[in-house]
């Protein structure tokens, strides 16, 4: 079916004949138009003084005549009352009222795209392809925590632990304070350790004198070589036993295995402790870790060595960067993660037990083309770009890579940096549409 600008712009000459048929050139339809009676022949009158009859171009000169109009139906109509003029079936006026309606949107729609094409087309905004550095990360949860001891050295922490149980009888450092290795921190009662060293010294003295004794006896043949033999055995189990007992009296004086912090004190002067109960801790700001949980199904993408950026609840930007250290080869069954440490730098300002945030870096490009990701739209299921040029969206698949914050790479033959693109507005844009652009 053509519409009456159709029929104008093709050069066909149009004709009313009493089938009422619009003729056209043999390889277009003809459009059919009930006009059977006045009532129709009025309306089309009326519609072709208004304003977008007008923009059909619809010459003045055809107008319908009298003579042209007649009935034939098989059954007469019944007449209008008022006017005396002969009534449409039901059939004929929804028929006569879907003609106009189709020649009304095919008026109004070509004018809606001259009036767009005057306005200098759809409005977009514009952006250019970029170089960026793009990396690819793994983000996980986890806290902070003193650094595990390894091979030839103490961990970043320590927890100080009763050997034995007994009495508190001396704090010698407060939380906060600075100790270094082998400081006492926290004494227990010795009185008992002192009386076993007291009676392990006589013991040795004794065991010595008898042993100088035989010796001389030995000599002059006063003794035996049995009895000579006995009294070293003595001195070295008298030796054995005060050794035992200056351990057993270090043992209740509890010192730092490294230089660090007291960041905390369990127990005060007086108070009864048992054995193996904590009564400090000691942690070195310098030496520390933050452990998080990777998803197991991203945990083969992380590798020792790989940088980390780390954040804060209140922290919208990086505070500090780590190197990871440690990929659990286990996963935990009740969580699906797999444990990661991330060791932290010295002056991370970090403290143990932060609850941190992780974006560990696994891939990485360096001067790649990239594009804002609003700027990538699927046509046909594959990703493409829009180039602006003379001032129309010209649609390019591209082939997407790396994602990053707010840019995507993509690839593609010809592509280079600084050519403009619609970032804005090219979701269903049809290729080489004109465009009005404006800076994103």
Not at 205 to 212: K, N, T, Y
Not at 228 to 252: E, H, N, P, Y
Not at 373 to 399: C, F, M, N
Request: net charge positive; hydrophobic share 40%.
């Amino acid at each position: 079916m053509v519409s009456a600008p159709q029929l104008t712009r093709c050069g066909a000459r149009a004709s009313l004949t009493d089938q009422r048929i619009f003729e056209c050139q043999p390889t277009q339809t003809a459009l059919l138009l009930d006009l059977r009676t006045p009532c129709a022949a009025q309306r089309l009158t009326e519609i072709r003084r208004e304003k977008c009859l007008d923009q059909w171009k619809i010459p003045r000169s055809l107008e319908v005549h009298r003579p042209f109009i007649r009935t034939v139906n098989k059954y007469p109509p019944s007449r209008n009352a008022v006017t005396g003029h002969r009534r449409l079936t039901t059939t004929r006026q929804l028929s006569a009222i879907f003609c106009i309606a189709i020649l009304a949107l095919a008026g109004c729609s070509d004018a809606v795209q001259e009036s767009d094409e005057g306005a200098g087309g759809v409005s977009v905004q514009v952006g250019a392809i970029t170089k960026k550095d793009l990396r690819a990360r793994v983000e996980a949860y986890g806290a902070v925590e003193p650094e595990p001891a390894k091979a030839g050295h103490p961990g970043g922490g320590a927890k100080l632990a009763a050997p034995i149980a007994g009495i508190v009888v001396g704090i010698h450092a407060k939380e906060g304070q600075s100790v270094k290795a082998g400081d006492v921190v926290v004494e227990l009662d010795n009185r008992i350790a002192q009386a076993a060293i007291d009676k392990a010294r006589h013991a040795l003295v004794f065991a010595q004198q008898a042993a100088e004794r035989q010796e001389k006896l030995i000599n002059i043949g006063g003794t035996t070589m049995q009895a000579k033999q006995d009294a070293a055995q003595r001195l070295a189990t008298a030796r054995a036993d005060l050794a035992s007992a200056q351990a057993a009296i270090a043992q209740v004086q509890l010192a730092s295995p490294l230089d660090g912090l007291v960041a905390r004190v369990n127990a005060l002067p007086g108070q009864t402790v048992d054995l193996n109960t904590v009564v400090a801790e000691i942690v070195d700001l310098k030496r520390l870790v933050a452990t998080v949980a990777v998803p197991s199904d991203e945990a083969a993408q992380i590798k020792k060595g790989q940088t980390a950026e780390i954040y804060t609840d209140s922290s919208s930007k990086p505070i500090t960067t780590g190197h990871v250290s440690f990929v659990s080869p286990s996963v935990d069954q009740r969580t699906g993660a797999a444990p990661v440490r991330i060791l932290l730098p010295e002056d991370s300002g970090l403290r143990p037990g932060e609850f941190v945030r992780a974006r560990i870096i696994t891939e990485e490009r360096i001067g790649c083309l990239a594009v804002p990701r609003e700027s990538v739209v699927k046509v046909a299921g594959q990703p493409a770009i829009y180039l602006v040029k003379d001032h129309r969206a010209i649609q390019t698949p591209v082939d997407t890579g790396l994602r990053d914050g707010g840019f995507i790479e993509v690839k593609a033959k010809g592509l280079k940096v600084g050519d403009s693109i619609v970032a804005i507005g090219a979701y269903g844009l049809p290729d080489g549409t004109k465009i009005k652009t404006t800076k994103q």
